[in-house]
Every structure is written in C-alpha cells, then in structure tokens.
T-cell receptor
C-alpha cells in the first residue's frame, strides 16, 4: 500500500455533521476506488473514479454520500449529515489502469467515528 | 448475498507448518482473483493473484490454487512464519459491464502463526 495517502487517519464527527475523507493516489495513478469496512466485515466497494469522472458508483448509498476526483488534488469522499451507522473504516485504493489483472494499492484508511 | 465467502473466520497454525486459507465464490463471471493481507490499523496489502485461465500461481512461500468447477480457491503459505499473522482477504473481479476494476471481498480469515 505504499504511496496511497489518506487523511485524516482518524475522524470523529457528531451526528448531523459532515465528514470529508481525502485520498491522494500513487503518483501516476489515475484510477481511484473507495471501499468501506464495517467491523467484522470485508471491504465493500463504494465508488470507482477516474480523473474528473465517476465510472461506477453502484456501491455508494444514494443519499448523503458523494465522491469526486478533480483534475488537480486528491479524491474526496464526502458524507453529509453523518449517522452512527456511518462509523467504519474507509479505504481508498488506486491503480494505474482499469480492468482486471490490475492490482489496486490501498491506503491505510480513515477510521470514522460518529458520536 | 455474498458473492465471495471465506467461511473460516480464524485459523491457527504452528510456525513452519502449512497454512491453507480457503475461499468460495458464487459468481461465474469472476475471472480474476486476488489475496490481500491486512494488519490491524493498516490498509490491505496485495499478496498474490490468479487469472481464471490458470489453476495455480506461485510466488515464493505463497501459492494460490483455483478450482473453477468448484468455484473455490485457496492460498497456501509454506512454511508459515509468525510475521504471517494477519487477516487475509480473498477478492474477485469480473471484466464485464461497468464494473471493471472494483473488487468483491470476502469477510477475511484471521491467521495466527504460533512460534
């Protein structure tokens, strides 16, 4: 997972606040994926982005969640009006290209706690 | 509906012996499989992968076997070392539709290697 930087590592938010999670992919990687891991669960795919485009958001909740990967700067996962059930570890991964046979490199994750 | 299943939540092995981690899948469209290793408070680290056109892939102490007819794969670690103690995730992907690149993960198996 060397090279994928996520910040903050830990984030505490009160119910109703907004959470912003940042991900800087490996240098040169233009494909970013966001995953969520609930306690005792595997990682669940949320969204796949390329620069300035959302390619697949089939795993993203329809409300309160949004993601972007602008031309310049990190990818942002934004959760509005957080609820206790949003508490989880959020992992970002990047790859140099899309498709199968492409290993994704993961960041260390952001642990969101909603109080 | 879990498409990737790791039915053993934990496994304990003596140092020097073989560790065998199992994974079953239900989606016949999966054509690429990966194993990730995860330490607490860190992101998953890629270990080894296998394409559906192969039935075995080996990398040092790690070997992955794929049985397509049984929709089953396994990761063998031999000899096991205490540093291998971690949670191992099986993941799969399919090159179809708009879901290129995103991985479907199992819930993980926690491996403990005793000295």
């Amino acid at each position: 997972n060397a090279g994928v930087m996520q910040n903050p590592r830990h984030l505490v938010r009160r119910r109703g606040q907004e959470a912003r999670l940042r991900c800087s992919p490996v240098k040169g990687h233009s494909h970013v994926y966001w995953y969520r891991q609930l306690p005792e669960e595997g990682l669940k795919f949320m969204v796949y982005l390329q620069k300035e485009n959302i390619i697949d958001e089939s795993g993203m909740p329809k409300e309160r969640f949004s993601a972007e990967f602008p031309k310049e700067g990190p990818s942002i996962l934004r959760i509005q009006q957080v609820v206790r059930g949003d508490s989880a570890a959020y992992f970002c991964a990047s790859s140099p290209q899309s498709g199968v046979n492409t290993e994704a490199f993961f960041g260390q994750g952001t642990r969101l706690t909603v109080v | 509906d879990q498409q990737v299943k790791q039915n053993s939540p934990s496994l304990s092995v003596q140092e020097g012996r073989i560790s065998i981690l199992n994974c079953d899948y239900t989606n016949s469209m999966f054509d690429y499989f990966l194993w990730y290793k995860k330490y607490p408070a860190e992101g998953p680290t890629f270990l080894i992968s296998i394409s559906s056109i192969k039935d075995k892939n080996e990398d040092g102490r790690f070997t992955v076997f794929l049985n397509k007819s049984a929709k089953h794969l396994s990761l063998h670690i031999v000899p096991s070392q205490p540093g291998d103690s971690a949670v191992y995730f099986c993941a799969a992907s399919a090159n179809y539709g708009g879901s290129q690149g995103n991985l479907i993960f199992g819930k993980g198996t926690k491996l403990s290697v005793k000295p």
